[in-house]
């Protein structure tokens, strides 16, 4: 990692940045704690006074109201929010939280930037930068989609996490195009880059994401799940044997977050 690059701040890996900080205690991915989607003022207040490691939320262009043109923590299909990006950036990096911004529309990009960037002296933490810039299974983007994101946010920041990945719709797995069309895209970028991945994904096409995050040290997994998502325990221990623990977060709901953590303590105390 180039020494200007990570003086910055947000560049840093977020396993090395937490561990650095004696907050979690192996260089495992699995220690790190997510909040999901904690965007309007209660859940982003609920998430400041829980254990998280990093607080994810998502990001609009207010359409309406005295939100309208501005940015907004809200997800589809929502389209109003009792939050601004201001407001939540206002109080976020007073804590010692990481922070994801899901960008879920590419109006918002610009705007945002400029925001943080005037808060920059406050990036001392993980920075990931999501958004799905590739058609994954049975999903949809655009080229020009992609382009646009990846220029407007690397132009502001540099020291941040790129968390890049597909959309995805329907059960199906990644295949080699769009693991090959991604691993093209990324390798241009001298940033971190994590691939939001879908648990009921991941075995499947296994080969596939092995093969992406061989490409670079610089790259890893975040496994998540929609709540109603059914994947094996099984599944997920499966990855995490069968690569570096420090490149495969998992940013799962409850019960299976837990129920993956309690698997893998056992079989540590099986070892010992």
């Known amino acids: 990692m180039m020494e200007g690059y990570k003086r910055d701040g947000g560049g840093e890996n977020a396993v090395e940045y937490f561990l650095n900080q004696r907050r979690i205690h192996s260089n495992d991915a699995l220690e790190i704690i997510w909040y999901h989607a904690a965007n309007n003022k209660a859940k982003m207040k609920e998430a400041l006074e829980s254990d998280a490691h990093m607080i994810e939320a998502d990001v609009l262009f207010g359409s309406r109201g005295s939100h309208r043109g501005q940015p907004i923590m809200a997800h589809p299909p929502?389209?109003?929010?009792d939050n601004t990006l201001h407001n939540w950036l206002n109080e976020v990096l007073q804590s010692d939280k990481g922070i994801k911004l899901d960008f879920k529309s590419l109006s918002a990009v610009e705007p945002a930037m400029k925001?943080?960037?005037?808060?920059?002296?406050?990036?001392?933490?993980?920075?990931?930068?999501?958004?799905?810039?590739?058609?994954?299974?049975?999903?949809?983007?655009?080229?020009?989609?992609?382009?646009?994101?990846l220029h407007t946010v690397t132009s502001y920041l540099s020291a941040i996490t790129l968390s890049l990945g597909w959309t995805t719709n329907e059960l199906v797995g990644?295949?080699?195009?769009?693991?090959?069309?991604?691993?093209?895209i990324c390798q241009?970028?001298?940033?971190?880059?994590?691939?939001?991945?879908?648990a009921t994904l991941v075995r499947p096409s296994w080969s596939q994401l092995?093969?992406?995050?061989?490409?670079?040290?610089?790259y890893s997994l975040t496994v998540w799940a929609a709540r109603e998502d059914l994947y094996s325990v099984e599944d997920m221990l499966?990855?995490?044997?069968?690569?570096?623990?420090?490149?495969?977060?998992f940013d799962l709901f409850e019960p299976q977050n837990s129920e993956l953590r309690q698997a893998v303590n056992m079989k540590i105390a099986e070892q010992i």
């Open 174 to 184: 990644y295949t080699w195009e769009m693991v090959k069309e991604m691993e093209q």
């Open 238 to 249: 499966y990855i995490r044997e069968n690569f570096d623990k420090s490149r495969i977060y």
């Open 78 to 81: 929502e389209t109003d929010s």
């Open 115 to 149: 925001m943080i960037v005037s808060m920059k002296d406050l990036l001392a933490r993980p920075v990931w930068i999501n958004a799905d810039i590739l058609p994954g299974p049975n999903g949809s983007s655009t080229a020009r989609i992609a382009n646009e994101f």
């Open 210 to 218: 092995h093969w992406l995050l061989e490409q670079s040290d610089r």
């Open 188 to 198: 241009t970028f001298c940033q971190p880059v994590t691939f939001p991945v879908r």
